[in-house]
């Protein structure tokens, strides 16, 4: 098998080799995973509630604040009003405590 390279899986192989191999699936769960889809609805009966997380790779100035935006964007493109976040950052090696903080601090000033 070849090497993938670093970043992202590519959308062919992630179609292969992980959704297809998602054999478990709940009727509650209304939207699942797939190429393009960012978000996860799911059915809770009275209400329903959308769920997105979306790894930031790019070592960029304001990550903090883009991983909020890029989040709660995914959400909002289908309609819905975020009301919490989950943050997935990709650190590269040699990310500092300061790094983190200030990632932490743009995120909570978003």
Do not use: F, W
Request: proline letters at 4%; a negative charge; charged letters at 25%.
């Amino acid at each position: 098998m070849a090497e993938l390279k670093i970043g992202k899986l590519d959308s062919d192989v992630l179609q292969r080799i992980v959704i297809n191999k998602i054999r478990y699936r709940r009727p509650e769960v209304k939207t699942r995973a797939g190429i393009g889809e960012d978000c996860a609805v799911i059915d809770y009966g009275e209400y329903e509630c959308v769920v997105s997380t979306d790894p930031i790779t790019a070592d960029v100035k304001n990550i903090g604040r883009l991983a909020i935006h890029i989040s709660c964007n995914d959400v909002a493109s289908n309609g819905i009003e975020p009301l919490g976040i989950t943050l997935a950052v990709m650190l590269p090696v040699g990310t500092t405590e300061s790094d983190v903080q200030t990632i932490m601090t743009q995120a909570g000033t978003a």
